[in-house]
Structure formats: C-alpha cells, structure tokens
C-alpha cells in the first residue's frame, strides 16, 4: 500500500491502541503523517518488526512471524491480517486468546452500552449502538455490522438484547473492545467471501431491518440494504455467477459466453432499483426479498427462496431464467422487461 494510505492506516491503529489523545498530541506537533509512519514502522530488527506488528494488530506473537515471515514487511503484513480471511480467520477468532471468554467482561461492555432510561426492557438501543461504533471506529453504515447483527442475533436495527449480545461475543470469542475490533475485519471478509454465510446474513437482514408489524420491508429499506450486500458480495466472491447444468451435470453452455454473459454486475442493481421505482412499489416481500439471490442461478428445479441464487445464476441476456419457475410476479416481471429491451 502506498505512504499516504499506510500512513493513514498507522494514524488509525495508534487511535484504536494508544486513543485519540496519542493521536492528538502527533497532529499538534511537528510530526508529519510520514513521521508518524517512520517511527511505527522503522525497518528495524526482526524483534522490533514483531513487536509493531503485535502492538497494533494485538495477534500472537507466532501469528506475528508467520505473517512477517510471509509478508516481509510490516505494513503489508499488517495489511494481510485484517484483510486476507484465510490466515486471519483461522486466527483471529477462535485462537485470538487461550482463555475462555469472560461472561463478566462481556456483561459490563453491556451495561456500559445500555439504555439507562429504558427500565422495562435490558437492550442496547440507538444512542448506545452510535457510541459503540464510535469506540470500535466503524461507519454505522459499514456493512459488517449486518454481519454482527445476525451473530449477536439482533432483531431490530439499532436493538442489541442482552442475551444475544452475552452469547454471538462468547460465539466470537470477545470479551473486550481490542477483541471485538480484530473481530470485525474477518466478519466482513468472511460475508464478502463464504456464500453460505452470505446467505444467512442476506436472509437475517430481511427481519432486522423491518418495521414491527409489518409483513414487508419498504422499498427504501430494501435498496439500502441491497446497496450495501451486493456489492460486496459480488466483489467477494459470495455471490458470483454460477454456470447452470442439466440434469445430467453438464453445463449448460446457453449460460456462457456471448449467448450468456457474466451474470449480475452494479449495472443490472441499478437497473433492478429503477424498475422498482417505475412500478411503484411500496414494500418487498419476503418471496421476493430471498429470490432476488435464487435468480442468479434460476432453473425451475430450484427451491422458491432465494433472491441471492437469482443474482448468482441468471445469466446477462436471462436465457437461462424459467418463467414458468416459482417465482414471485415482480421477478418475473423485471425479467419480461429486460429481455424485450435485448430484442
């Protein structure tokens, strides 16, 4: 990576290590960013290399030789650990300490988080979801915390209740805020990566994110969410296209190449957001809401649940999708409608 983006990722693990006044007092003095970036990364001793890697990154000291082993400098080492999910994730979580997580500590981040106001129900609620994510320093946007929500099993958006909170971070082994950081990194890699993961917090967010009472999600609602889980997925690897096959498991050649094309890119979601819009939709249903994945992949033997598949499977001329399939009339509608435009 380069100086400016390793010198802003360095500013960003003193402030999660040392805390805003370490980087305060860098800012208000003469070291420059560069500065900043010479003295926690000096190209020293081995010794010296681990030491940083384990004071920002908070791994063992043997998780620290082997990335530095593999990635020979600190700064691409430190990279690789919180963005490369294969060694980070057979780490990071289930051996990120020998000992058991504490109930007790979980319990007090907890109660440190809660609303105090609310004495009929013991949930963590907006304001303390806000300050949570200002001290793990993640955008409430961020897509990750769909991740978390589905691991703390969260119901509602902005409602965390104790009993899920207690066990996803035992789940998760993390009992303390540098934990919990390291958590976060291969959460998203693993969303972005692992389709049967994807799938599940895909399915989730259709009941976190709807209104009490209601069947459906608003449209708005659902963009937004599609906004943040398409894409990553689509860059991850979790929901890329799939080749269809027959029912002798051969490939069906119509789903490739020109007849076919790639699948589902950023160009056909704007294309599906606009037709939403044009039809005039108010809510998603939760049919169409879990095929809008099945219709990547849609032959008629397929099990009706699934938007994801829809996106993994259809291919860019939707010569491959099956009208007469379980699916829900706005899918097969979008489809009706696209296709007369290729003609």
């Not at 897509?143 to 207690?166: D, N, Y």
């Not at 449209?219 to 269809?244: D, F, M, R, Y």
């Not at 599906?272 to 219709?295: E, H, N, P």
Request: hydrophobic residues 40%; glycine residues 6%.
């Amino acid at each position: 990576m380069d100086i400016q983006r390793s010198s802003d990722f360095v500013l960003t693990s003193l402030f999660i290590v040392c805390g805003a006044a370490a980087v305060a007092a860098c800012a208000s003095s003469e070291f420059t960013r560069r500065t900043v970036f010479s003295i926690i990364m000096p190209g020293k001793s081995e010794d010296a290399s681990i030491a940083q890697f384990i004071a920002i990154t908070g791994a063992s000291d043997t998780e620290a030789k082997r990335f530095l082993k593999k990635y020979k400098r600190v700064d691409a080492a430190i990279d690789a650990f919180y963005n490369d999910p294969s060694p980070a994730s057979s780490s990071s979580l289930s051996n990120s300490t020998s000992r058991a997580p504490s109930t007790a500590e979980i319990t007090n981040l907890f109660n440190e988080y809660k609303d105090q106001e609310d004495t009929e129900n013991d949930n963590i609620t907006v304001d303390g979801t806000i300050k949570f994510c200002e001290d793990l320093a993640v955008d409430p946007e961020d897509v990750v915390l769909l991740a978390l929500a589905f691991e703390l099993k969260s119901l509602r958006m902005g409602i965390w209740t104790k009993q899920g909170w207690v066990e996803g971070w035992k789940n998760l082994r993390c009992d303390n805020l540098n934990s919990m950081r390291q958590a976060l990194p291969v959460l998203r890699n693993k969303l972005g990566s692992d389709p049967d993961y994807f799938t599940k917090v895909y399915n989730h967010a259709f009941d976190f994110a709807r209104n009490d009472g209601q069947r459906s999600l608003a449209v708005e609602t659902a963009k937004g969410l599609w906004s943040l889980l398409l894409p990553h997925g689509l860059e991850g690897g979790a929901i890329s296209h799939t080749l269809t096959s027959d029912t002798n498991g051969d490939v069906d050649m119509d789903s490739v190449g020109l007849a076919g094309g790639n699948g589902w890119t950023e160009e056909r979601t704007a294309t599906w957001f606009q037709f939403l819009d044009d039809k005039g939709l108010k809510g998603i249903s939760r049919d169409t809401w879990q095929m809008v994945i099945l219709g990547l992949t849609v032959t008629s033997n397929l099990p009706p649940q699934k938007f994801l598949e829809f996106v993994r499977t259809v291919d860019s001329r939707y010569s491959n999708y099956d009208p007469e399939g379980a699916w829900p009339s706005t899918i097969d509608d979008f489809v009706e409608r696209e296709k007369a435009k290729l003609t």
